[in-house]
């Protein structure tokens, strides 16, 4: 504690700490409580009204003294101090019987309705809210029933509150979740052809690369061109040669179906890679890919200015690069040499 000379509290530990905290927390509670009773709108009345009929009975005692006096054969000073006592302890009895303890009654209702709806009145458990009632039928009990109603309605709107919370964040998470799909998928894809763009193709040729370092696997890289896309272009327009590269984005869009990777990297460029595929399957599967590129229905409309493709392969056991840029380059320079 600030300013004191025991030096002990300095060593406290904090559930010591705490223990303390809690003592004094129940002692201030005590305090109050104590002030709530000698403060009380009702003890200060029916102390006063008790007073009052003990001076109503011992103003009588002594008028019936007086009248008895001369009969008696006592004087009126005697009689005043023997009928006074026992005049003040009977009105008192009157009083507090009569006053004093239902008043005393009604305010231990109050105060225990006010200590049960400290302890019960959390709206967010509803099952403890029957504990508030008084069953009475005077105003304290119509006062705890209008409490529980309170509550009541209050829990509900405070369920519906919550319910309407967590449905709007499910639904913003949702949009959320597909907002971030669409702008990830809308960031890595071509959007002429379907296929992977440069930026994604990057991330998973280093991917692939590493996996197949590590499992002993075989991996081709197949580097793909278009022969006379730019005549194509010059005569026949944009539209057409957008027509060749749609067709050759669906034929290599089926051949990622068996788990393999392909990308528009710009204009008529194109690179499949191939995992655990040696450099003979690579050339396999290109001459399949030519031969249906070159049949496809939409090319065959093109007449003379069909374009062709040139490819050339790299593969990770065959040629051994040193990483996936030079696996890259040695697929580059293949199609060079084949075009």
Not at 262 to 280: H, N, Q, V
């Amino acid at each position: 504690m600030k300013g004191s000379t025991d030096f002990r509290e300095w060593n406290l530990t904090r559930a010591e700490w705490k223990k303390r905290d809690e003592v004094g927390e129940r002692r201030r509670k005590k305090g109050r409580a104590r002030k709530v009773r000698q403060n009380s709108f009702f003890a200060q009345p029916g102390q006063n009204l008790g007073i009052f009929f003990a001076c109503c009975v011992t103003v009588g005692l002594i008028y019936a003294a007086q009248v008895f006096t001369g009969k008696l054969g006592v004087s009126a000073r005697l009689m005043i101090l023997l009928a006074a006592p026992p005049a003040i302890f009977i009105g008192w009895l009157v009083g507090d019987f009569f006053v004093l303890r239902p008043l005393s009654r009604r305010r231990q209702r109050i105060l225990n309705l006010a200590r049960r709806l400290r302890l019960f009145g959390d709206i967010s458990s509803r099952e403890t809210f029957s504990r508030l009632i008084d069953r009475s039928n005077d105003e304290i009990g119509e006062l705890s029933r209008a409490i529980h109603e309170t509550l009541t309605n209050a829990h509900r709107h405070n369920l519906e509150n919550a319910r309407i919370k967590r449905d709007f964040q499910q639904n913003v998470q949702k949009a959320t979740k597909r907002a971030t799909i669409k702008l990830t998928r809308m960031s890595q894809t071509d959007e002429l052809t379907g296929l992977a763009n440069r930026r994604a193709f990057d991330q998973a040729l280093d991917e692939l690369f590493q996996r197949s370092r590590t499992t002993k696997q075989d991996l081709a890289c197949v580097s793909m061109d278009m022969d006379g896309f730019k005549q194509l272009n010059d005569t026949l327009g944009h539209a057409a040669g957008d027509v060749a590269l749609r067709c050759l984005g669906h034929i290599l869009s089926a051949a990622t179906r068996h788990g393999a990777f392909a990308s528009r990297t710009g204009g008529d460029e194109f690179i499949l890679l191939l995992p655990g595929c040696s450099r003979e399957t690579a050339k396999y599967v290109c001459d399949r890919l030519t031969r249906l590129f070159s049949q496809h229905p939409q090319m065959k409309r093109l007449g003379t200015y069909q374009p062709t493709l040139s490819y050339g392969i790299a593969s990770l056991f065959g040629d051994r690069p040193q990483g996936a840029e030079e696996l890259l380059r040695i697929s580059d320079e293949a199609m060079y040499q084949a075009k």
